[in-house]
Every structure is written in structure tokens, then in C-alpha cells.
């Protein structure tokens, strides 16, 4: 009988543990299969149109490197991945050193988060990722730094958007390049703006003025934030305030009050609405149950402007401009020297400016480079795309994420802070407070 | 003799390495990552070994929310989902028409995907063109915002959880009801006994132990919800994390968080109370 | 209470289980539906108690018409073939169930449950569950529960049908001696001849819905209605051969058997039960092909022309295989047959 009651008792605690178990059985992906390393066609460097390097290439010719192939572990889908394949593809075809890149599908960022965390438990990162900066404080040190090969090896630094520049040198050495970039930016239905005379706020009395004829002529929300960390970080910035640093929050002051005030004022008067049961504004908006909202760059795909026009504007500012940047950069892990190198071909080429203009072009991701914006090719394209216009407007003050240990889940506090209080309906002091003690909880333990 | 059970050992044995490899050790090994604190699974690094995690458990608002919300999701669906199934089987159980086809229905939700049902019922508790509303609406009750207040995110859970629980439920009392001899139910009306007392005295006692496993079987899986609540909000946990239960905490800690020690220290204690309680539930069962 | 089954007749689409069947059963008597599988005596007794409703037809308990009345409210006790006892309640529980749901006082119940208990004697079992009971106890346990509420009528369905030889009888006799104790009307199903006729004050033998007769035992046995009837009861089986009648002589196969009877000439079925052959000086000579002895009787086989008889005798007789001996029939005990089974007499 004991016997049996001490088998139930395992029997029992299996079944607990089966839900952490499964999981953790993930367990250790080994890297997929690399398909043998067939070398490509070696063409001559001066036929090689303009997907390896143009200029500057005393460095290039002889660099030495050998054929090899490259892992690289991405998490774009549908046309994204497309357009990813067809550029790997041309570089493949194209490079004169015989490198392939492979390139492997890890499902969304989740998935690819966590496998890379479980293979740098096991030291079998790959070449190349997709990352954001907050996923990798865990295991900065496998990151290799790409510092000397910008410095010997790029065209011009300077040429990346600055934004994107600071968010890879968070770690304080460059990590990474940027790849698929996005912004936020307002949405709106410029059917209903034109009919009551609005046109797209551009700051934050603007947008009051505005969320004011919105409720009394058509009674509903004028905006709404599909993040609202996200929100939270460019308004304290808009207002010339401080976020967060590793010791704790930098918003308990005036003008952090000032911020969550205007943010209290606009939900309790029912100015903006949170996203809700609805999950995404784009169906919100697609409804014409929201006059506009803020939302990445690349929803723009998910509105559906049924008898309305959607006009898109850039963030609103107070005294400061700010735009929340997402999206990953590449990063490398290599440790392999010639290798190193050969990924390093392959980033260049992604990041040059026509690489970069037909991937925005082609994803509706944003380019990297200054000179891309500026190119006849894109703004050609801009002129019939309003999103990229909006984009463009404000990137000059692209904010990122913050990267350090404890900030995915100072943001997380941060959205489920406010959600609360705006639902307690509760007044700007108190939801100061909460924000504080929520982040100072986290970062100072 | 000896080599008859040498055999048997052998048939067993790839079995038992799954279950030791894929079970046991993680098992074992969460167990003892509950202790580490600091850790850092990848570099393997943790400050030191001790209570740390179970204090900073105990101290955490969400994990203390997380485990009332399971309690009382465990209270209310558990027996409601075993009261309403035993109806349906009962119902089902006696001659009425298209029984094949009503059995079906009921059986749907077992066989459908939780995600697909988690859309569908968020279809159903929107609040401004979901189906629940506007039947509330014929009885001249408001909008109520099922979703998006927190207080009503309990019940919804509830709601939705009892409707998909039922399934696997009347489904073996269904069985158990077939192994009633109906000379019983002959002998019962001859003896002039009221329904409800066919019900208690013969029908419940009948499939007693359908009943108990029902109740066993469903208190633990009720303490490891999380793909409703998954499925229910898109991957949140309720507005304002109102929802969060034990499971989900664990799931947020370990792979969005990377709080390894944490997660773990949590998901000894999920595995304790229903350590307890399924052991209290086997001895009230002998009892009898 | 007595009972009047009138026109009753039970209908599945085409066919028959009961088909217009007519009974008065008196008040007391205790009556016994005999028949093989599927003649409709259970269809019949499921009627009568209500749990099954008649295509046509009424029954009549006394003078009040119940043919659309509920089991429940009835008046009846039923045994089933199975017992059907509640398995999770006590011996106690179950006979003061009936009475419980009456809505009669708990204390009140239990004095009239151990009475009944005692009635049929199964004193000192009250607390024990029916799974703890011989097939014997059970049973009478079911009766207990039946009769506890003072019924009308007692119905029994095969009561005898899953008990072994030996309780068999001994039960009988319990029920017998229950019934006349009580004095309640009680019809009880079978097919088992010699149960019915040991216990039944009349029976009914039933064949496809219809009864063939219904007649106390005794005459039954001697004077059958039809060959259904004569074959049916008697073990071992009634004789039945196909004879000649010429100028009132009844031949078998050449052999003689009987002289002067008033019958026509013509051919005829015939029936000779074996205890009614007698050794005899004079007779008709036969050889014995087969002796077989059952503790008190020698049964055995032989043959006239290709016909084959079986004879019972006592078993001082010592007759072996392949003796010859004379036989004749006794007196008045050829049944005779018309061409559609119905009895001519007996010569």
C-alpha cells in the first residue's frame, strides 16, 4: 500500500512539473544542418555590381578571406522573408570570396529569443541574429565587437541613422548593425479629420485641442497606444525628462509629474482608451471606432481603410522631439576569425544604401542609412507611401529601448502599472507613485 | 524466473530512460534551481544557495495575485464544470431524440483546438458586438465589459473555462451512466421515487467513482491553467494582469524575465499545494 | 384484488409479442405465465406493471381500469429476474425505500422493513449490502422490498431463473409459502414447466403472444388443449407419433394401438407420455435400444416401425439393452390430434 501511495505521490508530482518540464524540453538546439559548403561562383570584383563594396576597398581586395558558410538565424516571415532570401540570395551569387549565407527561419522573436538563450547556455550560438538589445544583457559577453571593423572596414559610420548608431553602442562597444527598423508613428483617419476640419496634431496642446472635437462631435476616443511603455519612455522624453537608468527612475520629479498628468488627463477624459478585449488598435481604427493611434510603422499592413482615408503623421512633441524606434539589429557571435570576417562582407552589403533602400521598399521597414532616405529611388517611393514620409520626419530623434538587466521587466511593470491606474481612473500623483515604485522595486532590489 | 523479469525490465527500459531523461531530471533539476539565487543559466553563475527566491516569491504582489486567481478559479470551475456535466449526461442519458447528434456537440470542444476557442469566446465577450452582451441586452442589462475590467476578468476565465471542461467530463459520465443496469431505474419507479432522489440515491452513487476521478483529474489541471488564460487574451494575462495565475507567472518569469531561480521556486510551490491536495483527495476517497 | 386482462395485445410494427390475450386472474391465486423465450409472458408481466404500455387492451385491478396508470401508482410489488436491489444502500435501506418514498416516518419504516425482513427470514442481514448476499439472500431480499409496501398484486420475473438446482427448489417453496402467508395476488414468469406446476395454483401457457391454456396444473398436465401444450409440459418429453385410424382402431406404424374409438378414419398426430406406457402381457412386442436410468425411473427407448418411443419405468425392472418386452398403452391416455394441433380427446 505504501508502496502505491509513494508511486501516486511521483506519478502526481510529474504531473506538476509537466508543465515547466515541457517547457524546458526545448533543451539544446543543435545548429540545423549547414548544406556543404558548395563555394559560389567566383566573379571578377570589377564586374560585381554594387551588392559587395564600391568604395573605399583598399581593405577589401586583400582581406583573405575563405570560402566558408555563414549561419544565419532570423525571425522575418511571409513577404519579410522574402525579400531577406532574395538579397541573401543575390549576395550569395555575387560575393567574390565563396561565402554562403544560410539562412534559418526561428519562427517569431519569442522563439528566436529563446533559442538563442538556451544555445548560449550550450555555446552553440550561430553566426549572425536578428536581436534586440534586451534579450541578449543575459550573455553580452559572447557578443563579438564589431568596433575595429567599422573602423577599418565601413564606408561611413556616420551614414547610419543616428538613432540606430547610439542604440548599438549600448553596450558600450558597437554590437550590432541595424536591420529591420520601424518607428512609430500616429495613424489616423484623415477622412474624419478633414470633415471636421482637423488636420494631424503636431504637439501636445495640438492633440488636446484635437481629442476635444473628436469626443463632442463624434463621441468616441481620438488616440490610443498599442504600447504603452513605449508611450510612457517618448512622452518624458518629449518633455525633456529623464526615463530610466540602471539605478532606478529617473521621472520622480516635476517634470515626471507634468508627463503623467497630460497622460492621466487625456485617458480620464476620455480622450484615449487602452486597447483592450480589441488586442490591436489597427482593428480599432479599421473600425472607425478610434480617430487615430500610435502604433509601430509596419502595422500599417493591418489597417483596413474601408471608405476612409488613413493619413499618417509623425509623434506629437512638447518641448523635445522623441520617436520610439523598434526593431532588431544584426548581431555576430562568431569566434572564428575568418568567418568573422566573411559575416562582416555579408553586413555590409545588407546595410549598403541600395540593399537597404529596396528592403525598406520592399518590407515597409525603415532604411538604415541617411543617404537611402535621400535617394531619387526611395523618394520616388515616399512620395506615394505616407508612412515612410512620417517615418522620415522624425528621424532624427529616434529613442531605443532601454538594454540593461532588469529592463524588459521594469517595462513590463510599467505597462501593467499604468493599464491599473487608468483603469482605477486615478489622478496624477498616485500613478507617479505606482510608475516609481514599480521600476525602483525592480532596479533596485 | 529470473529471466522472465530481466525481459520485462528490457521492454521497459527505453520507457524509463524517456521518463528519466525528460521528466525526472528536469524535475530534479528545477527543484534545485529553486535554491540558486542570482542564476544565470547560461553562464551557469549563481551567488549563492539558499531561501532568497521563495523570499522575494512570497514578497512578489503578482505571484501572491497569481495564486489567489488560481484558487478561486480552482473553487468555481472544478465543481460547476462536474455539477453542469453531470446534468448534461443525465440529460443525455435518457431516451430524447438525436441523442448521436447532441453527444457530438457536447464532445466538440474537447477536440477543438484551445486557441481557436480562446478567438471564439473573445468574439463572444466582446463587449460591444459580442454575443453575451447582446443577449444581456434583450433582458435590458448594459454593456459589460468583460475583457477589459479586471474584475470581470476572473469570471470570464471562469466562464469560458467551465464551458470547455465539460466536455471530457460528460464524456465519461456518460460512460459510467451505461453501467447503471436500468432494471434499477425499473425497480425505482415501481418503488414511487421521486426524480431527484433517483438522481442522489441511485444515479450519483452509480458513477461515484467517475465522479471522484472527475473531481481528482480536474482540481490538478485546474491548478495549471494558462492556455486559457493564454488563449482568452491574446497572450496577456487580463487587463492589468487581473488574470495572472500560477502557471502564467512561472511561463513570464523563466522566459521573459530569464528569472530562472524565481520561476523555479514557484513552480516547486504550484507543485506542493496540489501535491497536498491530490493526497488529501485519495484519502477522503478511501474513506468512503 | 383480483385482475382482468382484456384484449391485450402489444404490437412492434408487424409483429406480435402479445396478441389479444384474455385472463381473470382471482383474488389470491397464485399464477404462473409459462412459455419458452420470446412467447411474450414477460411482455405481459411488464404491462401489468405498468412499465410498458399496451398497443391495445386493458387491465382491470378489482373494478378500477389501471391500463394507463403509473408504475407507481399501482399498487404493485415486481421482483426482477436480476433482483435489481439498490447496490449502494444496506439490506434495511432497500425494503424501507419503497416506503420511505411514501413518505412514511423513518422509524415507522424500519419496524415494517424488519418485519418483512422476518417474513422472509432473513433476520440478522439488515445492515449488510446486497453485494455481500448469496443469490438466494438477494432474492429475498427483493421480495422483502416488493411486498414491504402492502401491494396489490406481487409480480415476479423468473425469480428462480439465477439460482442453482437445490435453491431452486427450496426457494419455490419460500414463495409458495410467502404468498399463502399473505395472501396477495401474485402472477409470476417462467419457463420452467416444473416450477410452474409444482407452485402455481393455475397456469397460462403462453406461445407467440398467445395463451394456449390456462388451467390448473394438474389438468393441464393430463388434459392439454394442443400438442403445443402437451409437448411443453412433461419431462421427459411427451411422445408424439403420427398414427392411422381405420374402423375406430388406432394403428402405429402396422402396430395396434388402441380399438374401438369414436374417430374418423384418416391419419392423426398423436401423443403417448412415456409414464403412460405400461409392460404388459399383451401388447406389442418391442426391442430396447437404448436404457437409460435416472436414480428412480429406467427410461427406455424403442422403437415401433421407425418410430421412436421413449418408456418410463420404475427402475426395479430389469430390462438391459437390446431385451425385448411388451408394452401397452394404458388406459385413456393416447391424446389425439386434429390436423391444426387441437386435442380430439384422449382414447
Given at each position: 500500500m505504501k508502496l502505491k501511495k509513494g508511486l501516486a505521490v511521483a506519478l502526481t508530482a510529474t504531473m506538476a512539473f509537466s508543465t515547466l518540464t515541457g517547457c524546458s524540453n526545448n533543451g539544446s538546439n543543435n545548429e540545423?544542418?549547414?548544406?556543404?559548403?558548395?563555394?559560389?561562383e567566383t566573379t571578377s570584383v570589377a564586374e560585381?555590381?554594387?551588392?559587395?563594396?564600391?568604395?573605399?576597398n583598399a581593405v577589401v581586395a586583400d582581406n583573405g578571406i575563405e570560402p566558408c558558410t555563414i549561419e544565419f538565424w532570423h525571425a522575418m516571415s511571409n513577404k519579410q522573408e522574402e525579400e531577406l532570401t532574395a538579397l541573401t540570395d543575390k549576395f550569395n551569387a555575387e560575393n567574390e570570396y565563396g561565402i554562403t549565407v544560410n539562412l534559418t527561419n526561428q519562427g517569431a522573436y519569442k522563439d528566436l529569443s529563446s533559442k538563442l538563450t538556451a544555445n548560449a547556455a550550450a555555446d552553440t550560438l550561430p553566426d549572425l541574429a536578428q536581436a534586440y538589445?534586451?534579450?541578449?544583457?543575459?550573455?553580452?559577453?559572447?557578443l563579438v565587437h564589431l568596433d575595429d571593423f567599422v573602423a577599418?572596414?565601413?564606408?561611413?559610420?556616420?551614414?547610419?541613422?543616428a538613432g540606430y548608431r547610439d542604440e548599438n553602442s549600448?553596450?558600450?562597444?558597437?554590437?550590432g548593425v541595424p536591420f529591420n527598423k520601424s518607428t512609430y508613428v500616429l495613424f489616423y483617419n484623415k477622412t474624419m479629420f478633414d470633415e471636421l476640419g482637423l488636420s494631424a496634431p503636431l504637439t501636445w496642446d495640438e492633440l488636446l485641442e484635437v481629442a476635444k472635437v473628436i469626443k463632442d462631435?463624434?463621441?468616441?476616443?481620438?488616440i490610443g497606444w498599442d504600447d504603452l511603455a513605449g508611450m510612457f519612455q517618448a512622452m518624458l522624453v518629449q518633455n525633456g525628462c529623464g526615463y530610466i537608468d540602471e539605478t532606478g527612475a529617473?521621472?520622480?520629479n516635476e517634470k515626471g509629474l507634468e508627463t503623467v498628468e497630460y497622460i492621466m488627463n487625456l485617458y480620464n477624459n476620455g480622450y484615449a482608451r487602452l486597447v483592450g478585449e480589441d488586442k490591436y488598435f489597427s482593428n480599432v481604427i479599421s473600425n472607425q471606432l478610434i480617430a487615430s493611434y500610435v502604433g509601430s510603422?509596419?502595422?500599417?499592413?493591418?489597417?483596413?481603410?474601408d471608405g476612409w482615408e488613413l493619413g499618417v503623421a509623425p509623434l506629437v512633441s512638447n518641448t523635445e522631439m522623441a520617436a520610439n524606434a523598434a526593431g532588431t539589429n544584426i548581431v555576430m557571435f562568431s569566434q572564428d576569425t575568418n568567418k568573422q570576417k566573411a559575416a562582416w562582407e555579408y553586413l555590409k552589403f545588407l546595410t549598403s544604401a541600395e540593399s537597404t533602400t529596396e528592403w525598406a521598399m520592399a518590407t515597409g521597414y525603415l532604411p538604415v542609412r541617411t543617404s537611402a532616405y535621400e535617394s531619387e529611388t526611395y523618394q520616388t517611393f515616399m512620395a506615394t507611401d505616407p508612412t515612410s514620409v512620417a517615418a522620415y520626419s522624425q528621424s532624427a530623434y529616434f529613442i531605443s529601448q532601454p538594454a540593461f538587466e532588469g529592463s524588459y521587466d521594469v517595462m513590463t511593470a510599467i505597462s501593467n502599472t499604468l493599464e491599473e491606474q487608468i483603469l482605477n481612473e486615478a489622478d496624477a500623483q498616485t500613478t507617479l507613485d505606482a510608475l516609481v515604485k514599480a521600476v525602483n522595486d525592480i532596479l533596485q532590489k | 524466473m529470473e529471466k522472465k523479469s530481466m525481459k520485462g525490465y528490457i521492454y521497459l527500459m527505453p520507457a524509463l530512460i524517456v521518463i528519466l531523461l525528460f521528466t525526472a531530471y528536469p524535475l530534479i533539476r528545477a527543484f534545485l534551481m529553486s535554491?540558486?539565487?542570482?542564476?544565470n543559466m547560461i553562464s551557469g553563475e549563481y551567488s549563492r544557495i539558499g531561501l532568497g527566491n521563495y523570499k522575494d516569491l512570497f514578497g512578489d504582489k503578482d505571484f501572491t495575485k497569481a495564486l489567489r486567481n488560481t484558487s478561486i478559479y480552482v473553487v468555481f470551475v472544478v465543481p460547476c464544470s462536474i455539477a453542469l456535466s453531470l446534468l448534461i449526461a443525465v440529460l443525455l442519458n435518457?431516451?430524447?431524440?438525436?441523442q448521436g447528434l447532441f453527444q457530438t456537440i457536447f464532445f466538440l470542444p474537447y477536440v477543438t483546438s484551445v486557441i481557436a476557442i480562446g478567438l471564439v469566446w473573445s468574439w463572444i465577450f466582446?463587449?460591444?458586438?459580442g454575443l453575451l452582451n447582446i443577449i444581456l441586452s434583450w433582458f435590458g442589462i448594459d454593456k459589460v465589459q468583460w475583457l477589459n475590467k479586471p474584475k470581470y476578468a476572473l469570471p470570464s476565465l471562469i466562464i469560458f473555462s467551465v464551458w470547455k471542461s465539460m466536455a471530457f467530463d460528460i464524456l465519461i459520465f456518460l460512460a459510467g451512466l451505461q453501467t447503471i443496469p436500468k432494471d434499477l431505474y425499473n425497480a425505482s419507479r415501481v418503488d414511487s421515487t421521486p426524480r431527484w432522489r433517483v438522481f442522489w440515491k441511485i444515479t450519483v452513487p452509480g458513477i461515484a467513482p467517475m465522479i471522484s476521478y472527475a473531481f481528482i483529474m480536474g482540481f490538478i489541471s485546474a491548478f495549471k491553467v494558462y492556455n486559457e488564460v493564454f488563449s482568452l487574451w491574446g497572450g496577456k494575462a487580463?487587463?492589468?494582469?487581473?488574470?495572472?495565475?500560477v502557471v502564467y507567472y512561472i511561463y513570464d518569469k523563466f522566459?521573459?524575465?530569464?528569472n530562472y531561480g524565481l520561476a523555479s521556486a514557484a513552480a516547486v510551490i504550484l507543485f506542493l499545494i496540489i501535491l497536498v491536495l491530490t493526497i488529501v483527495q485519495r484519502m477522503m476517497g478511501r474513506k468512503k | 384484488m383480483d385482475i382482468r386482462i382484456e384484449n391485450l395485445t402489444k404490437a412492434y410494427g408487424d409483429f406480435k409479442?402479445?396478441?389479444n390475450m384474455n385472463l381473470h386472474i382471482a383474488d389470491g391465486e397464485l399464477v404462473g405465465l409459462l412459455?419458452?423465450?420470446?412467447?411474450g409472458k414477460s411482455t405481459t408481466l411488464f404491462m401489468l406493471a405498468g412499465l410498458s404500455d399496451p398497443t391495445s387492451g386493458s387491465i382491470y385491478f378489482g373494478d378500477k381500469n389501471?391500463?394507463?396508470?403509473?408504475p407507481e401508482d399501482r399498487e404493485i410489488g415486481l421482483v426482477f429476474q436480476n433482483y435489481?436491489?439498490?447496490?449502494?444502500?444496506?439490506v434495511e435501506e432497500n425494503i424501507m425505500f419503497p416506503l420511505i418514498n411514501r413518505k412514511v416516518k423513518k422509524a415507522e419504516a424500519r419496524e415494517r422493513a424488519n418485519e418483512m425482513a422476518k417474513l422472509v427470514q432473513?433476520?440478522?442481514?439488515?445492515?449488510?449490502?446486497?453485494?455481500?448476499?448469496?443469490g438466494g439472500q438477494q432474492q429475498r431480499v427483493a421480495i422483502a422490498r416488493a411486498l414491504v409496501k402492502k401491494p396489490e398484486v406481487l409480480l415476479l420475473d423468473e425469480?428462480?431463473?439465477?439460482?442453482d438446482a437445490k435453491l431452486r427448489i427450496e426457494t419455490r417453496e419460500e414463495i409458495r409459502r410467502i404468498q399463502q402467508e399473505v395472501k396477495i395476488t401474485t402472477i409470476f414468469v417462467t419457463h420452467d414447466q416444473e416450477e410452474a406446476m409444482s407452485i402455481s395454483d393455475r397456469i397460462a401457457v403462453m406461445k407467440s403472444g398467445i395463451v394456449q391454456q390456462y388451467e390448473v396444473p394438474q389438468t393441464m398436465y393430463l388434459n392439454p388443449d394442443n400438442l403445443f401444450v402437451a409437448q411443453f409440459l412433461g419431462m421427459p418429453q411427451v411422445n408424439t407419433f403420427s398414427v392411422e385410424v381405420k374402423s375406430g382402431n388406432i394403428y402405429c406404424n402396422g402396430a395396434?394401438?388402441?380399438?374401438?374409438?369414436e374417430l374418423k378414419d384418416g391419419t392423426y398426430t398423436a401423443g403417448i407420455r412415456p409414464e403412460s406406457f405400461e409392460i404388459a402381457q399383451d401388447g406389442i412386442t418391442v426391442k430396447a435400444t437404448h436404457v437409460r436410468m435416472t436414480g428412480r425411473d429406467l427410461l427406455i427407448h424403442f422403437s415401433i416401425g421407425d418410430t421412436e418411443f421413449r418408456i418410463l419405468v420404475?427402475?426395479?425392472?430389469s430390462i438391459k439393452e437390446g431385451d425385448e418386452f411388451t408394452i401397452r398403452a394404458r388406459k385413456n391416455q393416447i391424446m389425439i390430434f386434429d390436423a391444426d394441433e387441437k386435442s380430439l380427446g384422449k382414447f
Open positions: 540545423t544542418t549547414t548544406n556543404g559548403t558548395t563555394p559560389s560585381s555590381t554594387s551588392a559587395t563594396e564600391t568604395t573605399g538589445n534586451n534579450w541578449l544583457s543575459a550573455y553580452s559577453d559572447k577599418n572596414d565601413f564606408d561611413n559610420w556616420d551614414d547610419i541613422v549600448q553596450f558600450g562597444f558597437i554590437s462631435e463624434k463621441g468616441i476616443e481620438a529617473l521621472f520622480d510603422s509596419t502595422g500599417a499592413s493591418y489597417i483596413t481603410a | 535554491f540558486y539565487e542570482d542564476y435518457s431516451n430524447i431524440k438525436c466582446n463587449s460591444n458586438y487580463g487587463p492589468a494582469n487581473s488574470a495572472i495565475t522566459y521573459n524575465s530569464h | 409479442a402479445v396478441d412459455g419458452p423465450s420470446g412467447c389501471v391500463t394507463k396508470v403509473a435489481a436491489l439498490y447496490p449502494h444502500m444496506t432473513l433476520d440478522g442481514l439488515m445492515k449488510r449490502k446486497p453485494k455481500a448476499l448469496s425469480p428462480l431463473s439465477n439460482l395396434l394401438l388402441r380399438s374401438g374409438c420404475h427402475s426395479d425392472l
